[in-house]
């Protein structure tokens, strides 16, 4: 069985010490990598017998699975090592292997390894882009060569390549996909001219490439005449986990934060850029968990599906809005320095102009972003949405739940009844001594079956504050109440996650004062208020209780204290320990809630444009209308993963701001985008109460408020110097 910790270990003794400094110096500074850097590398790693990861070991390859593949990619990338050259290692390579002639294999595969063939690619054409199949160059055949005339565009590397692989219409059929053909041509024919393409970002990168009766044998061609689209389709599925490495990303991500810490002056501009760089960073986080389950998909064998287009899009904008942040940062004072000669400052700011608009590519290469809302699009709306949002934790407790809600049992009583409050209480204590990941399971199943009950507080906060206060008869008598339903203990957290409305307050044993908005179970029987210093159980009959609701409807009331006795549970470090058990459970699980009701609003969008028809067709037929839901899946896939690696953590017992606070913020967020987006695409009928996906749409916007909204864990992320 592989030691994957080893593997990562032996990866970056190596990466750390063999890594010419040079070279790394380029990666650290975000610059444009080139021929000769990429040449020095990829021989470093050849002469160490890694030159070709994703190649099987007969071929000259490591025969490394996938896993160990986005390992070496990450470990290289987190050591500042550049990646390596994929034109020849990462397309070509594998076309050759499966599609090449024993020849062609011989003759090729020897100079990719070693670094010394430069390969670029003939895709795109003027006016072939997205739609490639239209391509027009063409390839007659005469005896044993091929006549090539056309025009490839967008070609990068041409300039420095040896060779350029091209797709070649050598025939018209009656589909556009039919007659082409993938030639292998030297850059150094007769009849060849590359021309260098101005780009915004100043950098000479992408070039034309021109083919005027250029010669190329036929024993260049790869694979039989008009098999060239199943080789293009099968050299671009090797690249569908690219996105899953993420550490480059982070590598932009701290070069960019060390050019803010040079930011102007100016208390408005220097707090926007942290907010922003804290905002990007959630994203980011939840992004790399996105690209750790996609390797796992692919270690599985499963279908990635729309996984590869999701993971690109949110990359690409997390990529452009990191460098948004950076030239904001310099062009202040450096807009108008193009060209200009000064010092180290000058030159590393006037660096960050040209990577703003390099990055400007990011939404249009490899395919756009448009084309990429298409593909999520069309299997969505073909009925995949089940399948492309499996719950974080399946089994048998998120079936029963979500069954549950969806019948509509889900009650308080029937939560009882079913022990989901009892989850998180050790058996010792009269509970199910089951674990984090147990009850994200109940609370999402019952969010997906769209139940009213919140479960957070009543399931999560309060039998983990009940169960970690000290032993007594009152604690006792509370807690199996609680558990067997006989009491209903609601409960009022003091702290800022509380979200509650103080008004002259004092705490003690006999508090006064009034606390508004405290989330209700069905006849209240115990309050149950909790601070840092104290835990205390008040009966509330006979108390003065105003009934309010929360934004999606659920029971709620103002409490008016007049100085009634209470019981103490705990106090000082016992009741600021329980607290700091509890509140972060009620964290977590509203991530889990928000992110489980997601799932029904993007579905019963789905349905709602399918049915609805407007100018004689469906709305499903708009693309824009289509895009917006692709823009629901995204976010909610960028959500949900970064709740799971705070569920992942929590349940190992390293829970940190950095994890959680960022699946709160990033949760708050995207749960009112996506509420957003379902009212605008329900039209008018999203302004009513009358659809059941308005009360879900209520329920993500409270969500953001429940247990600190976006701006109270951005700051505690802040105070960290995340």
Same mark, same amino acid.
């Given at each position: 069985?592989?030691?994957?910790?080893?593997?990562?270990?032996?990866?970056?003794?190596?990466?750390?010490?063999?890594?010419?400094?040079?070279?790394?110096?380029?990666?650290?500074?975000?610059?444009?990598?080139?021929?000769?850097?990429?040449?020095?590398?990829?021989?470093?790693?050849?002469?160490?017998?890694?030159?070709?990861?994703?190649?099987?070991?007969?071929?000259?390859?490591?025969?490394?699975?996938?896993?160990?593949?986005?390992?070496?990619?990450?470990?290289?990338?987190?050591?500042?090592?550049?990646?390596?050259?994929?034109?020849?290692?990462?397309?070509?390579?594998?076309?050759?292997?499966?599609?090449?002639?024993?020849?062609?294999?011989?003759?090729?595969?020897?100079?990719?390894?070693?670094?010394?063939?430069?390969?670029?690619?003939?895709?795109?054409?003027?006016?072939?882009?997205?739609?490639?199949?239209?391509?027009?160059?063409?390839?007659?055949?005469?005896?044993?060569?091929?006549?090539?005339?056309?025009?490839?565009?967008?070609?990068?590397?041409?300039?420095?390549?040896?060779?350029?692989?091209?797709?070649?219409?050598?025939?018209?059929?009656?589909?556009?996909?039919?007659?082409?053909?993938?030639?292998?041509?030297?850059?150094?024919?007769?009849?060849?001219?590359?021309?260098?393409?101005?780009?915004?970002?100043?950098?000479?990168?992408?070039?034309?490439?021109?083919?005027?009766?250029?010669?190329?044998?036929?024993?260049?061609?790869?694979?039989?005449?008009?098999?060239?689209?199943?080789?293009?389709?099968?050299?671009?599925?090797?690249?569908?986990?690219?996105?899953?490495?993420?550490?480059?990303?982070?590598?932009?991500?701290?070069?960019?934060?060390?050019?803010?810490?040079?930011?102007?002056?100016?208390?408005?501009?220097?707090?926007?850029?942290?907010?922003?760089?804290?905002?990007?960073?959630?994203?980011?986080?939840?992004?790399?968990?996105?690209?750790?389950?996609?390797?796992?998909?692919?270690?599985?064998?499963?279908?990635?599906?729309?996984?590869?287009?999701?993971?690109?899009?949110?990359?690409?904008?997390?990529?452009?809005?990191?460098?948004?942040?950076?030239?904001?940062?310099?062009?202040?004072?450096?807009?108008?320095?193009?060209?200009?000669?000064?010092?180290?400052?000058?030159?590393?700011?006037?660096?960050?102009?040209?990577?703003?608009?390099?990055?400007?590519?990011?939404?249009?290469?490899?395919?756009?972003?448009?084309?990429?809302?298409?593909?999520?699009?069309?299997?969505?709306?073909?009925?995949?949405?089940?399948?492309?949002?499996?719950?974080?934790?399946?089994?048998?407790?998120?079936?029963?739940?979500?069954?549950?809600?969806?019948?509509?049992?889900?009650?308080?009583?029937?939560?009882?009844?079913?022990?989901?409050?009892?989850?998180?209480?050790?058996?010792?204590?009269?509970?199910? /001594?089951?674990?984090?990941?147990? &009850? *994200?399971?109940?609370?999402? =199943? %019952? !969010? @997906?079956?769209? $139940?009213?009950?919140? +479960?957070?507080?009543?399931? /999560?906060?309060?039998?983990?504050? &009940? *169960?970690?206060?000290?032993? =007594? %008869? !009152? @604690?006792?008598? $509370?807690?199996?109440? +609680?558990?067997?339903?006989?009491?209903?203990?609601?409960?009022? &957290?003091?702290?800022?996650?509380?979200?509650?409305?103080?008004?002259?307050?004092?705490?003690?044993?006999?508090?006064?004062?009034?606390?508004?908005?405290?989330?209700?179970?069905?006849?209240?029987?115990?309050?149950?208020?909790?601070?840092?210093?104290?835990?205390?159980?008040?009966?509330?009959?006979?108390?003065?209780?105003?009934?309010?609701?929360?934004?999606?409807?659920?029971?709620?009331?103002?409490?008016?204290?007049?100085?009634?006795?209470?019981?103490?549970?705990?106090?000082?470090?016992?009741?600021?320990?329980?607290?700091?058990?509890?509140?972060?459970?009620?964290?977590?699980?509203?991530?889990?809630?928000?992110?489980?009701?997601?799932?029904?609003?993007?579905?019963?969008?789905?349905?709602?444009?399918?049915?609805?028809?407007?100018?004689?067709?469906?709305?499903?037929?708009?693309?824009?209308?289509?895009?917006?839901?692709?823009?629901?899946?995204?976010?909610?896939?960028?959500?949900?993963?970064?709740?799971?690696?705070?569920?992942?953590?929590?349940?190992?017992?390293?829970?940190?701001?950095?994890?959680?606070?960022?699946?709160?913020?990033?949760?708050?967020?995207?749960?009112?985008?996506?509420?957003?987006?379902?009212?605008?695409?329900?039209?008018?009928?999203?302004?009513?109460?009358?659809?059941?996906?308005?009360?879900?749409?209520?329920?993500?916007?409270?969500?953001?408020?429940?247990?600190?909204?976006?701006?109270?864990?951005?700051?505690?992320?802040?105070?960290?110097?995340?």
């Amino acid at each position: 069985m592989q030691d994957y910790a080893a593997f990562e270990a032996e990866v970056r003794r190596f990466a750390e010490a063999e890594c010419p400094e040079d070279i790394r110096q380029i990666v650290r500074d975000a610059r444009k990598l080139t021929r000769d850097p990429w040449a020095r590398w990829q021989r470093v790693l050849f002469d160490h017998g890694w030159g070709a990861p994703n190649w099987p070991v007969e071929h000259g390859g490591t025969g490394w699975d996938t896993r160990q593949r986005y390992i070496f990619d990450t470990v290289l990338a987190e050591t500042f090592c550049p990646p390596q050259y994929h034109h020849g290692l990462r397309h070509l390579g594998p076309v050759l292997i499966k599609y090449g002639t024993e020849d062609q294999r011989a003759r090729f595969l020897p100079g990719i390894l070693r670094g010394e063939d430069w390969w670029c690619q003939g895709y795109s054409e003027p006016g072939s882009g997205s739609d490639l199949a239209s391509l027009r160059t063409r390839a007659v055949r005469e005896d044993d060569h091929y006549l090539v005339t056309g025009q490839k565009t967008w070609t990068s590397h041409a300039h420095e390549a040896d060779w350029i692989y091209t797709l070649v219409r050598t025939s018209q059929e009656d589909r556009k996909q039919k007659g082409i053909t993938l030639l292998l041509i030297p850059l150094s024919s007769p009849g060849i001219e590359v021309r260098p393409i101005r780009t915004i970002d100043g950098i000479h990168h992408v070039n034309e490439v021109f083919f005027d009766n250029v010669r190329v044998p036929v024993a260049n061609r790869v694979g039989e005449e008009g098999q060239g689209w199943t080789c293009g389709k099968y050299l671009l599925s090797h690249e569908r986990l690219g996105g899953a490495n993420t550490a480059p990303i982070f590598q932009l991500y701290d070069a960019v934060r060390r050019v803010t810490a040079r930011a102007p002056e100016g208390v408005l501009r220097q707090a926007d850029t942290r907010l922003r760089m804290i905002e990007i960073e959630s994203r980011l986080l939840g992004l790399r968990e996105q690209g750790r389950a996609a390797v796992g998909m692919a270690m599985r064998g499963e279908d990635l599906g729309i996984v590869p287009s999701a993971i690109k899009v949110t990359s690409c904008a997390i990529q452009q809005a990191l460098c948004d942040v950076a030239v904001d940062t310099v062009g202040p004072t450096h807009s108008a320095r193009q060209g200009a000669a000064g010092d180290d400052r000058d030159t590393a700011f006037l660096r960050w102009i040209s990577t703003y608009f390099l990055h400007r590519s990011r939404t249009i290469v490899g395919g756009s972003d448009e084309v990429q809302k298409n593909l999520v699009a069309k299997q969505l709306f073909g009925g995949d949405l089940a399948r492309f949002a499996p719950p974080m934790v399946p089994g048998a407790l998120f079936d029963a739940a979500e069954r549950t809600a969806g019948e509509g049992a889900a009650d308080w009583g029937q939560a009882v009844a079913l022990g989901w409050p009892a989850t998180l209480v050790p058996e010792g204590l009269g509970g199910v /001594g089951g674990s984090l990941s147990d &009850l *994200a399971a109940v609370v999402e =199943g %019952a !969010a @997906r079956g769209g $139940a009213a009950l919140s +479960l957070p507080m009543p399931c /999560g906060v309060t039998p983990v504050l &009940l *169960a970690g206060a000290p032993a =007594g %008869a !009152a @604690r006792d008598a $509370a807690l199996a109440g +609680l558990l067997d339903g006989t009491r209903r203990v609601c409960t009022a &957290l003091l702290t800022p996650e509380g979200r509650l409305d103080l008004k002259d307050l004092r705490t003690g044993a006999a508090p006064t004062g009034v606390v508004g908005g405290v989330e209700a179970l069905p006849d209240p029987t115990d309050l149950l208020l909790a601070d840092h210093d104290s835990l205390v159980l008040l009966p509330l009959a006979g108390a003065r209780l105003s009934p309010t609701t929360t934004l999606d409807g659920r029971p709620a009331f103002d409490l008016h204290l007049s100085g009634v006795p209470g019981t103490v549970l705990a106090e000082g470090s016992a009741a600021a320990h329980a607290l700091s058990r509890a509140a972060p459970v009620g964290v977590l699980m509203t991530c889990v809630d928000a992110v489980g009701t997601m799932v029904p609003v993007i579905g019963q969008t789905i349905n709602y444009l399918m049915q609805r028809r407007q100018f004689d067709q469906p709305l499903a037929e708009f693309q824009v209308l289509r895009h917006r839901v692709a823009e629901m899946m995204m976010t909610y896939l960028n959500a949900s993963a970064a709740t799971l690696r705070a569920l992942n953590d929590m349940q190992a017992g390293t829970a940190n701001p950095r994890s959680l606070s960022s699946a709160k913020l990033r949760v708050s967020r995207d749960a009112r985008t996506i509420a957003h987006h379902a009212i605008q695409l329900h039209g008018g009928m999203g302004m009513t109460e009358d659809l059941p996906v308005t009360r879900l749409n209520k329920r993500l916007i409270q969500a953001g408020f429940d247990f600190g909204d976006a701006m109270l864990h951005a700051e505690r992320l802040a105070a960290v110097n995340l």
